[in-house]
C-alpha cells in the first residue's frame, strides 16, 4: 500500500494529503461522521482517555468493526487498522502510514450550530510536543471563538491560523476568509481543513501582520502565541518576542489592517509588573491606535500558577522541575506578580480618537457571546449621548429572580436579583424602584419620561429620581442590561 513518508522531525506532510481529501470527505460522509455520531460511538469521555493515553475505552467501543469505528479508530484515537477495514470505510492509501495509522487526526467540533471538521498532528500526551507541532482544538481556542461576532461580514483574517478552526468557523458567514500563520505547516493545515469542508480559504504563509500588508478586513480574529515564557520552545504557544510583547504589538499594528468600524478580537496575556500598574499597561497598548478598545479580563494568575499550568499542558515529564525552576526565574528577574489572561476586542474609529474599557470578568459567560462584542460598542456610542433622550429597552433575556421569606403579612421580599442568561450574564441586585423602571424600559417612552413617572409615583422632585437613578442607569447599560 502507497504511504506517506513521515518528514524527519516525525511529522507528516500535510500538503501531500491534499489531492485525496475529497475522498477522505466523501469517507466521512458516507459513515455518519460528525461530532455528535462520534460522542454516541466513543462516550463523551473518550478525548480525556486519549490525552491520558488511555486507549482501552476507545478499542473496545470501536471492535465493530463499522466504517465509523474505523475512521474513530485511524483519525481520533490515531491507531491502526486492517488495510481491508481502511479500504472498506474509503479511507485513500495516501492518509495511511506504513503501519496502517493515519498520518494526522481529525477532529469534529460543533459550536454555535456550525459543524466543522479540523484535521492537526497527532496528540501530546506519550509523544510530547514537536516545536513546529499543530495542535488540534484547545480550550484557548474555544474560547477565541465563543467571543467572536458571528455577523455577516466581506472580509475577516484568522491571524495565527494553526489547525484552521477560526478561519473554518469564519467561512460560515464572511465572503472572504484569508488564514495566515509563520508555521509553514499550519499553513498547510489549514488549506486541508478547508478542502476536506470544500471551501475556499486562502491560506498564507508569514509573520504577523506581513502576508496582508496594505489590505483591509471587516473583522480580525486572532489566537496568537500569547504565553509569556522564557525562549520560543513551542510556535504555536510561543512568539519569540520578549514578555506581552506580541500582543502589545498586535494591539498597536492592527489597525492597519481593520476597514472603518471593523472589528479585532484577540485572546492576549499581560504582566502585571511589581510597581506598575496592570491594567495601565494593557490600556497603554491602545495608545493613538485610532480604536475604541474592550478588554475582558478572564484570569490573573500568579507566576507560579501560570507556569505550572503551562508544563503540564506540554507534558514535560522529567525536564518539569528544570523548566519550571527557569521559568519562575525569569519571572522573578522581571519583578512580575502576575499575568493577566483576557480577551481583547477593539473597534476602528474614524476620527483617530478612542478609549478603553476594562473589565474583570469572574462568572461563566455564555456559550457563545461574540454578538456582546458588537453590542457594547454600540451601547458605548449611546452612553456618549444624553441617556435621558434614549429609549430603553430591558434586553430580553434578562430575568428577576426574588428571594422571600414569609412574615405575619404573607411572603416578604428579602432580595431582587437582575441575571443574564446571554452574552457575559451579568447579575446584580436592584431595588423595587430598579425594578420598576427596568419593567418600564420597553423601548416606547425615553427615559426623562420614566423618570418623571416614578417620581410623580414615589412623591420626589423628578429632579432627585434623576440624580439618583442616572448612575444606575449607566452602570446597566455599560453591563446590556439596557440597551438603545
Ligand atoms: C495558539 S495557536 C492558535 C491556533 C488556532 N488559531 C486556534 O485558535 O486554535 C497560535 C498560532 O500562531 C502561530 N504563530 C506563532 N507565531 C506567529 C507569528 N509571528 N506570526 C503568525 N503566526 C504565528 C502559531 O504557529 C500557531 O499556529
Same mark, same amino acid.
Given at each position: 500500500?502507497?504511504?506517506?513518508?513521515?518528514v524527519?522531525? $516525525?511529522?507528516?506532510?500535510? @500538503? /501531500?494529503?491534499? +489531492?485525496?481529501?475529497? !475522498?477522505?470527505? #466523501?469517507?466521512?460522509d458516507?459513515? &455518519?461522521?460528525s461530532?455528535?455520531?462520534?460522542?454516541?460511538?466513543?462516550?463523551?469521555t473518550?478525548?480525556?482517555?486519549?490525552?491520558?493515553?488511555?486507549l482501552?475505552?476507545?478499542?473496545r467501543?470501536?471492535?465493530?468493526?463499522?466504517?465509523?469505528?474505523?475512521?474513530?479508530?485511524?483519525?481520533?484515537?490515531?491507531v491502526a487498522?486492517?488495510?481491508t477495514?481502511?479500504?472498506?470505510?474509503?479511507?485513500p492509501?495516501?492518509?495511511?502510514?506504513?503501519?496502517?495509522?493515519?498520518?494526522?487526526?481529525?477532529?469534529?467540533v460543533?459550536?454555535?450550530?456550525?459543524?466543522?471538521?479540523?484535521?492537526?498532528?497527532?496528540?501530546r500526551?506519550?509523544?510530547?510536543?514537536?516545536?513546529?507541532?499543530v495542535?488540534?482544538? $484547545?480550550?484557548?481556542?474555544? @474560547? /477565541?471563538a465563543a +467571543?467572536?461576532p458571528? !455577523?455577516?461580514? #466581506?472580509?475577516?483574517?484568522?491571524? &495565527?491560523?494553526?489547525?484552521g478552526?477560526?478561519?473554518?468557523?469564519?467561512?460560515?458567514?464572511?465572503?472572504?476568509?484569508?488564514a495566515?500563520?509563520?508555521n509553514?505547516?499550519?499553513?498547510?493545515?489549514?488549506?486541508?481543513?478547508?478542502?476536506?469542508?470544500?471551501?475556499?480559504?486562502?491560506?498564507?504563509?508569514?509573520d504577523l501582520?506581513?502576508?496582508?500588508?496594505?489590505?483591509?478586513?471587516?473583522?480580525v480574529i486572532?489566537n496568537?502565541?500569547?504565553?509569556?515564557?522564557?525562549?520560543?520552545r513551542?510556535t504555536y504557544?510561543d512568539?519569540g518576542l520578549d514578555?506581552?510583547?506580541v500582543?502589545?504589538?498586535?494591539?498597536?499594528?492592527?489597525?492597519?489592517?481593520?476597514?472603518?468600524?471593523?472589528?479585532?478580537?484577540l485572546?492576549?496575556n499581560?504582566?502585571?509588573?511589581?510597581?506598575?500598574?496592570g491594567?495601565e499597561?494593557?490600556?497603554?497598548?491602545?495608545? &493613538?491606535?485610532?480604536?475604541d478598545?474592550?478588554?475582558?479580563?478572564?484570569?490573573?494568575?500568579?507566576?507560579e500558577?501560570y507556569?505550572?499550568?503551562?508544563?503540564?499542558?506540554?507534558?514535560e515529564?522529567?525536564?518539569?522541575?528544570?523548566?519550571?525552576?527557569?521559568?519562575?526565574?525569569?519571572?522573578e528577574?522581571?519583578?512580575v506578580?502576575?499575568?493577566?489572561?483576557?480577551?481583547?476586542?477593539?473597534?476602528?474609529?474614524?476620527d483617530?480618537?478612542?478609549?478603553?474599557?476594562?473589565?474583570?470578568?469572574?462568572?461563566?459567560?455564555?456559550?457563545?457571546w461574540?454578538?456582546?462584542?458588537?453590542d457594547?460598542?454600540a451601547?458605548?456610542?449611546?452612553?456618549?449621548?444624553d441617556?435621558?433622550d434614549?429609549?430603553?429597552?430591558?434586553?430580553?433575556?434578562?430575568?428577576?429572580?426574588?428571594?422571600?421569606s414569609?412574615?405575619?403579612?404573607?411572603?416578604?421580599v428579602?432580595?431582587?436579583?437582575?441575571q443574564?442568561?446571554?452574552?457575559?450574564r451579568?447579575?446584580?441586585?436592584t431595588d423595587?424602584?430598579?425594578?420598576?423602571?427596568?419593567?418600564?424600559c420597553d423601548?416606547?417612552?425615553?427615559?426623562?419620561t420614566?423618570?418623571?413617572?416614578?417620581?410623580?409615583?414615589a412623591?420626589?422632585?423628578?429632579?432627585?429620581?434623576v440624580?439618583?437613578?442616572?448612575?444606575?442607569?449607566?452602570?446597566?447599560?455599560?453591563q446590556?442590561?439596557?440597551?438603545?
Open positions: 500500500m502507497a504511504s506517506v513518508p513521515a524527519s522531525a $516525525g511529522l507528516p506532510d500535510p @500538503t /501531500l494529503l491534499l +489531492a485525496d481529501a475529497p !475522498r477522505v470527505r #466523501a469517507a466521512l458516507s459513515a &455518519g461522521w461530532a455528535g455520531a462520534l460522542d454516541d460511538l466513543l462516550g463523551v473518550a478525548r480525556t482517555h486519549l490525552d491520558r493515553d488511555e482501552a475505552p476507545v478499542l467501543r470501536t471492535r465493530d468493526r463499522s466504517p465509523l469505528a474505523t475512521l474513530a479508530r485511524l483519525f481520533v484515537a490515531g487498522v486492517d488495510d477495514d481502511a479500504r472498506a470505510a474509503g479511507v492509501a495516501s492518509w495511511l502510514l506504513a503501519d496502517g495509522s493515519a498520518a494526522i487526526r481529525l477532529q469534529p460543533a459550536h454555535g450550530g456550525v459543524e466543522v471538521t479540523v484535521p492537526h498532528d497527532a496528540g500526551a506519550a509523544a510530547g510536543v514537536h516545536p513546529e507541532q495542535l488540534g482544538v $484547545g480550550a484557548a481556542s474555544l @474560547t /477565541l +467571543a467572536t458571528r !455577523r455577516t461580514v #466581506a472580509r475577516v483574517l484568522d491571524l &495565527g491560523t494553526g489547525c478552526i477560526q478561519a473554518l468557523l469564519a467561512e460560515d458567514h464572511a465572503d472572504v476568509v484569508v495566515t500563520d509563520r509553514p505547516r499550519a499553513v498547510a493545515f489549514t488549506a486541508l481543513a478547508a478542502a476536506l469542508a470544500g471551501v475556499d480559504i486562502d491560506a498564507r504563509s508569514g501582520l506581513e502576508p496582508v500588508a496594505g489590505e483591509q478586513f471587516d473583522l486572532s496568537p502565541p500569547f504565553v509569556v515564557s522564557p525562549g520560543a513551542y504557544r512568539s514578555g506581552d510583547e500582543c502589545r504589538r498586535l494591539v498597536h499594528d492592527l489597525p492597519s489592517a481593520l476597514a472603518p468600524g471593523g472589528i479585532a478580537v485572546l492576549v499581560w504582566l502585571h509588573i511589581e510597581g506598575e500598574d491594567d499597561r494593557v490600556r497603554g497598548w491602545f495608545a &493613538g491606535n485610532g480604536c478598545g474592550w478588554v475582558v479580563q478572564r484570569e490573573l494568575a500568579a507566576p500558577d507556569v505550572t499550568a503551562w508544563l503540564r499542558d506540554t507534558d515529564g522529567s525536564r518539569f522541575d528544570r523548566l519550571y525552576d527557569e521559568w519562575v526565574d525569569w519571572f528577574q522581571r519583578r506578580e502576575a499575568v493577566a489572561f483576557g480577551v481583547l476586542a477593539m473597534r476602528r474609529r474614524t483617530g480618537s478612542g478609549s478603553v474599557v476594562l473589565e474583570d470578568v469572574v462568572q461563566t459567560v455564555a456559550a457563545t461574540g454578538d456582546e462584542v458588537l457594547h460598542f451601547r458605548r456610542d449611546a452612553l456618549a449621548t441617556l435621558l434614549i429609549c430603553w429597552r430591558l434586553r430580553d433575556d434578562v430575568r428577576l429572580h426574588q428571594v422571600a414569609r412574615d405575619d403579612d404573607g411572603w416578604l428579602e432580595s431582587s436579583v437582575l443574564q442568561s446571554a452574552g457575559l451579568w447579575s446584580g441586585g423595587d424602584h430598579g425594578a420598576a423602571l427596568l419593567a418600564a423601548g416606547t417612552m425615553p427615559l426623562r420614566l423618570f418623571a413617572l416614578l417620581a410623580a409615583g412623591g420626589i422632585p423628578e429632579s432627585e429620581a440624580g439618583q437613578g442616572l448612575p444606575v442607569v449607566r452602570r446597566l447599560v455599560e446590556g442590561f439596557l440597551v438603545p
